[in-house]
């Protein structure tokens, strides 16, 4: 960047997915600034559903009714040609009397006259039948939904045997004498458009033999070629990102051959055996033989392998418990050789021994079934590779079979780099040695670039997170300089779908109510709430069946609260070693145990001075721990502390996620190539236990309950600014030195990182103004999905109608039912349900004999968005637009004009910005003066006639009472509501910038689409 690096500065950066708290350090120490910048997420508020997600089905439901639309509105100018109508507008096949069905069922008999002939081409047209090319739609890869659609089919397909064609079976089996259409979650009426299609063919075969001159073959061709036509579904293979070894090759499939065996054998080469106090990992002769005949099962799980290598029970495989050999060795509860086997067992074992000598193949097999999404492209693309007949024969049944329907997604490497990766994986090398050999820097997979975040992060949560950050850093930058070293720390659910993000939210619930519950029984027992670590100490006490397992001594209750130090807890895995202060990593012993265990993990302590025989009985005092996670067991008996070590250390001190990672490289740019080291990535888990260290964490949470107060996420900044490497360094040294004398060091005691740090750090949190941005995009629903009915009334006023489930109605709601002396019987039938308390099994019925199950009701609401002919809600406001006029007296009131979505969207009907003042409902005029536009999230700040001063984010505007509603700038649960408009004495409007910073805007000038507009009159 050209900026000038000043070593004494550190910036801390606290990323969550909505949020981006920020601080600088300088060293020696001092708090130069901090703050919070909130952000949007792009997610509903409520639900937390993706926005993209919902754009993307709406804009599929848009298409899709755009395009029938096209075709209506093509085949009625086509009837209109051919004489079948006299002229093609909208309402043109509208036929009032004329059966649809019937129609369709008489045409194969009788000479149907213009207008029938039409109804029936056009009811056909409407209702083209289900037809898919996709692979996801075929029987075997259809979700749930399209397997109640294909179930309905084959049952439908078989009944039409006994009929010529699809109309006639619907006009006349009794089976649908109730119903023809599909209704929610029902699709019991559908029918395959080979059938339309079929019946097309027939009822101009035989109009043409009863002697109908409008059905010619080139009407019939021309009919077809509009009703039918279907456009193609459009492949992901353009979108797969390029291998970061061979740059000019795509990503590999995820289930392909190459990839499947390169991952496995990726971790047969981490595997560690224990053979009493001997481990040793596997040998090449070992690992070969563990992959023999790859892909004959699906599966690898560890009870196989100990199978194929003969190991004796004696052996073991390191942290891996007894229960846990069930589990696949490298997709633990999945299939390693998901793909491979798939295709094995589709092809036979002839066609096996074929395509195995030629691996290259078998990926492009996998990665077109992958990546291509119709059965046409598919069978295209495999016919290029030249297979054999029988192969390419067994591949297209196997995919309408739904043998391959777990082909999807890609993976991190091309199949090109695995298959140059594996031979030195097989000669026993780790992956970073194998990839070396092989020519490849696996230290420099990704290029990072912000304008290739889309293709580094799918996600669009996570992506705009990570944008926000590396917008911030550069905002810091700019404004105190490139600092010495940029500290990072990434909310845990980063990069998380929705329900991984909701899983995680139930977790931490589930884990609070336990800590309330222990926290209440251990109460009862003491007689008053538990104070310290206490808490902790009873919780792990109850873990480990109220024994210290080092030494098989038991912990009476009574020592949880002494004072006398009787007890203590310990990592199990030594901090200075590992850096993991998680409850995984605790137990509860007796001083003396912790004292000869000191910086050992308990394995190094047991086989340095005891026997063979303690080892066993500590293990079996493990096994009898019933509550506890295997995860925690595999910490107390683990082996290889020194290989381990570093890789815990690693992804306890310094977060390498993903997520993290593209961030991390995105800020690595800003230095020398040589100066990466400068970014470091910090986990959650260790800025957590320091803020409680430091004495902060009041804060942040009040009895293990988090405040609402978005100054937190400053605060987290200002402890990730303030741990520097050089201060892990000297926490470490001091714990090796506690650790060496056996005494009970926590990260409770962690001394300061300067003097007066934590009074720096709340007077900072008490005067850190939350930036929030505002929300100026007019994206999103224009209106309500629901549309209801518009029906002019006598004098000319608009009624609007809803239809409404004969479950929700009430007695009362009957006398809004439309038109009710027509449908006074049918009134009659639903009053009688009513009153019989509404019975499922016998749901009232329409004077036809009908089932009634939903009516239309006249409701008091507007017309607010006009909608094909109907009505619906409006959307939200995307700003509102505040204006002044001075009363009689000479002084100003304010005046409110809502614009909303619609209104933005629909330029045709609204070439001006809206002009209707609110509170008095009046068109604006030149007596009125604009101030300014406000947005969601604009700051605003307003003097009320009683001289109170009350300001903050803007949140909403209420039409009907005039009046705004504000949140605090910390607070956006604490709304300060019904602040009337008019009657203020002054209000004014600020922008915030990202560090906090407020200024007034003055004057702004009006603007429609961007263009400057004088109100009411916009610009030429």
């Not at 060293?27 to 754009?55: M, Y």
């Not at 010619?216 to 070894?245: H, M, N």
């Not at 009074?759 to 008490?766: F, H, I, R």
Request: glycine share 6%; aromatic share 8%.
């Amino acid at each position: 960047m050209g900026v000038e690096m000043d070593q004494h500065k550190r910036f801390g950066i606290d990323l969550g997915i909505g949020s981006c708290g920020w601080a600088v350090a300088s060293n020696p120490g001092e708090i130069l600034g901090a703050g919070s910048w909130v952000f949007d997420v792009p997610e509903t508020d409520k639900e937390r559903t993706p926005t993209n997600q919902i754009r993307r089905g709406n804009r599929l439901l848009r298409r899709v009714t755009r395009r029938r639309r096209q075709r209506m509105t093509q085949l009625r100018q086509l009837f209109h040609e051919q004489g079948l109508l006299a002229h093609s507008r909208p309402d043109a096949l509208k036929r009032a009397g004329l059966d649809p069905w019937e129609l369709r069922a008489r045409g194969l008999d009788k000479m149907l006259e213009p207008a029938e002939w039409a109804v029936v081409l056009g009811h056909i047209a409407k209702h083209r039948g289900f037809k898919s090319n996709s692979k996801s739609d075929l029987a075997g890869n259809a979700p749930p939904e399209g397997k109640a659609v294909l179930s309905a089919l084959t049952e439908n397909a078989e009944r039409l045997a006994k009929y010529r064609t699809v109309g006639e079976m619907f006009a006349r089996d009794p089976h649908y004498a109730a119903r023809r259409r599909n209704r929610e979650g029902d699709y019991s009426c559908s029918v395959k458009r080979d059938d339309q299609e079929h019946e097309v063919r027939k009822l101009f075969e035989r109009q043409r033999a009863l002697g109908n001159s409008r059905a010619t073959d080139q009407f019939e061709e021309a009919y077809r070629k509009i009703t039918f036509f279907q456009r193609p579904l459009q492949d992901s293979a353009d979108r797969v990102g390029y291998c970061p070894f061979e740059r000019q090759e795509r990503r590999a499939a995820k289930h392909s051959y190459s990839f499947e065996l390169f991952r496995l054998i990726s971790k047969l080469n981490t595997l560690t055996l224990r053979d009493g106090k001997e481990e040793r990992r596997l040998t090449s002769d070992e690992i070969k033989a563990a992959i023999s005949d790859f892909g004959a099962q699906k599966s690898l799980t560890y009870k196989s392998l100990r199978k194929k290598l003969k190991l004796s029970d004696n052996v073991r495989f390191n942290r891996v418990s007894q229960d846990e050999e069930a589990y696949d060795v490298a997709a633990r509860k999945g299939s390693c050789a998901a793909g491979t086997y798939a295709l094995r067992k589709v092809v036979g074992e002839a066609g096996w021994a074929h395509l195995i000598a030629t691996p290259h193949i078998l990926d492009q097999i996998a990665w077109i079934i992958t990546f291509y999404e119709t059965i046409a492209k598919i069978s295209s693309e495999l016919k290029k590779l030249s297979l054999q007949p029988l192969i390419f024969d067994a591949l297209m049944k196997g995919l309408e079979e739904g043998a391959f329907k777990t082909f999807t997604g890609a993976a991190h490497i091309s199949d090109k780099a695995a298959r140059n990766i594996i031979p030195h994986l097989l000669e026993g090398l780790v992956y970073s040695d194998a990839c070396a050999k092989a020519g490849y820097n696996h230290a420099e997979q990704t290029e990072f670039a912000i304008e290739k975040l889309a293709d580094l992060v799918n996600n669009p949560i996570a992506r705009k997170a990570i944008h926000e950050g590396w917008k911030q850093i550069r905002a810091l930058v700019n404004r105190y300089g490139l600092p010495g070293a940029i500290h990072i720390e990434m909310a845990r659910d980063m990069g998380k779908s929705l329900e991984e993000r909701r899983e995680i939210e139930t977790g931490i619930k589930k884990r609070t109510k336990q800590r309330d519950d222990l926290a209440a029984e251990l109460a009862e027992h003491i007689g008053r709430p538990p104070r310290g670590e206490e808490l902790l100490r009873y919780e792990l006490w109850k873990e480990q069946n109220g024994k210290c397992l080092y030494t098989d001594a038991n912990i009476s209750p009574s020592q949880l609260v002494a004072t006398d130090n009787s007890v203590q807890i310990d990592h199990i895995l030594p901090w200075s070693r590992f850096g993991d202060d998680s409850f995984a990593n605790k137990t509860l012993c007796t001083a003396r145990a912790n004292q000869e265990k000191r910086g050992r993990t308990p394995y190094e302590w047991f086989r340095d001075e005891k026997s063979d025989a303690e080892w066993m009985a500590f293990e079996t005092r493990l096994e009898r721990c019933l509550a506890m996670k295997n995860r925690k067991k595999n910490f107390y008996r683990l082996r290889n502390a020194e290989e381990a070590a570093e890789k815990f250390r690693n992804r306890n001190l310094n977060d390498t996620r993903y997520a993290m990672r593209v961030l991390m490289g995105l800020a690595k740019t800003l230095y020398p190539k040589d100066e990466g080291w400068r970014v470091r990535g910090r986990p959650g888990a260790l800025t957590a236990a320091l803020r409680k260290s430091w004495g902060i964490e009041s804060l942040k949470k009040v009895n293990g309950e988090r405040i609402p107060d978005d100054r937190h996420h400053a605060l987290d900044a200002m402890v990730v600014a303030a741990i520097s490497d050089s201060e892990i360094i000297k926490l470490t040294e001091q714990y090796k030195e506690a650790e060496r004398r056996g005494e009970a060091r926590q990260l409770g005691h962690v001394p300061e990182p300067w003097e007066g740090f934590r009074e720096e750090v709340k007077a900072v949190y008490e005067r850190t103004f939350v930036a929030r941005g505002e929300r100026r995009r007019a994206r999103g629903e224009g209106h309500a999905a629901t549309i209801r009915q518009v029906v002019n009334g006598e004098n000319g006023e608009a009624k609007i109608y809803e239809r409404r489930a004969i479950a929700d109605l009430t007695a009362a709601d009957l006398a809004r039912i439309k038109d009710p002396e027509r449908n006074a019987a049918l009134i009659d039938s639903l009053r009688a349900w009513i009153d019989a308390g509404k019975p499922a099994d016998k749901l009232p019925t329409s004077p036809k004999g009908d089932v009634i199950r939903k009516v239309r009701l006249l409701t008091n609401k507007k017309l607010d968005v006009p909608v094909r002919g109907g009505a619906a809600d409006r959307g939200e406001m995307v700003r509102v637009d505040i204006f002044a006029k001075p009363n009689k007296r000479g002084k100003d009131e304010f005046y409110v004009v809502p614009i909303y979505r619609h209104e933005v969207a629909d330029r045709a009907n609204n070439p001006t910005p809206p002009n209707i003042a609110i509170p008095s409902g009046k068109p604006i005029d030149s007596s009125y003066r604009f101030c300014f536009s406000v947005y969601s999230f604009s700051y605003l700040e307003v003097v009320k006639s009683t001289g109170e001063i009350v300001e903050g984010y803007f949140r909403s505007f209420d039409r009907n009472t005039g009046a705004i509603t504000l949140s605090l700038q910390n607070r956006p649960d604490q709304l300060i509501r019904s602040i009337g408009i008019k009657t203020l004495s002054t209000i004014k409007k600020f922008t915030v910038d990202r560090f906090g910073n407020r200024y007034e805007v003055k004057q702004e000038t009006r603007t429609w689409h961007g263009a400057a507009c004088t109100s009411p009159n916009p610009p030429d």
